[in-house]
């Protein structure tokens, strides 16, 4: 076991020593350094309801959004919203909450598309190019079952993704109390939900907005692992994971009138579609059959990935 420790170590090692890794870390500290200042620029982030006239504050601006609605009608939809916002506050009496740190991590979970991104091109790179360095043969050679090389390098995969996931957490958190504050260790937040307006903890919808995501973000690096396990081709695989990736849910809304659509990957890789009484994509879909499916496809991944890798000659590499 110890040495299966080792090489999941060496592999995170080799990860982590190419300066394209730390390029990639440097991007995400851009990005989300930049959000934040968009974030001050555009968006009204201070505690201007933490006075006792919160209320008086509420009913102006309403007056103040409707107004605007009569001179410029294209604003009507986002204003219609923030008014019906602003009016389950009143309703319920409740006194809105500053914009903080945690605020800003929840709506940074949009990251995580670029942190699939980043695990596909690792994913895709980790077994093909151990042929195109020609290091494969003295992989191969030393005592150690193809099956805990090949398991050794999807661990670590994953671990880079986890690694990644929790930094951009982390650092959104601390880059959110730099510019915005820390506004409590759990502060609500009104929500817009698919059954109306909801008041709900913040740290909630973190957990859930990024676990949801991370089914996605799973998915994605273990199919660019077996992309690249059977063609040894690192380009192919980041090339078709990005594509599907993207074009997966416009692929899903294309063949949705078909019965077999509900077979696709990307029809199940979004279990949120099963909250908050959301309908889902496709009919007689159901989060037993969701899971069902996810679990075939990523059953399907790995045993291609380890048919391959195990059955390989590689003498003439």
Do not use: C
Request: proline share 2%; aromatic share 14%.
């Amino acid at each position: 076991m110890s040495n299966f420790f080792k090489l999941v170590s060496n592999e995170l090692i080799k990860t982590y020593i190419q300066k394209s890794t730390w390029v990639m870390y440097i991007i995400l500290v851009g990005i989300i350094i930049g959000l934040a200042a968009l974030t001050m620029s555009f968006e009204e982030t201070g505690d201007k309801y933490d006075q006792d006239n919160w209320r008086e504050m509420l009913q102006q601006e309403n007056k103040d959004l409707q107004s605007e609605m009569k001179e410029e009608e294209f604003m009507e939809g986002m204003n219609t919203s923030l008014i019906a916002k602003n009016n389950y506050y009143l309703e319920n009496d409740i006194q809105p909450e500053g914009y903080g740190a945690l605020q800003f991590v929840m709506e940074n979970q949009l990251l995580l598309s670029l942190v699939s991104l980043l695990t596909i091109i690792v994913a895709a790179g980790i077994v093909a190019n151990e042929y195109r360095w020609g290091t494969i043969k003295l992989l191969l050679i030393r005592p150690i079952s193809r099956t805990k090389i090949l398991l050794s390098k999807y661990i670590s995969v994953l671990l880079f993704a986890f690694i990644t996931l929790l930094f951009v957490l982390l650092f959104s958190w601390v880059v959110g109390a730099i510019f915005f504050g820390v506004n409590g260790l759990n502060p609500h937040i009104v929500l817009e939900k698919s059954n109306g307006f909801a008041y709900v903890p913040v740290l909630g919808e973190i957990a859930s907005g990024y676990g949801y995501k991370l089914i996605n973000l799973f998915m994605m690096a273990t199919f660019a692992f077996m992309i690249s396990t059977i063609f040894k081709n690192s380009a192919l695989a980041i090339g078709t994971a990005i594509f599907l990736m993207m074009a997966g849910n416009q692929i899903v809304l294309f063949f949705a009138e078909r019965e077999w659509a509900k077979y696709i990957l990307f029809a199940n890789t979004d279990l949120s579609q099963y909250t908050n009484q959301n309908s889902p994509w496709i009919e007689g879909m159901t989060l037993g059959f969701s899971i069902t499916m996810l679990l075939i496809y990523y059953v399907i991944f790995l045993l291609l990935s380890w048919v391959f890798f195990t059955k390989r000659d590689v003498a003439g590499n």
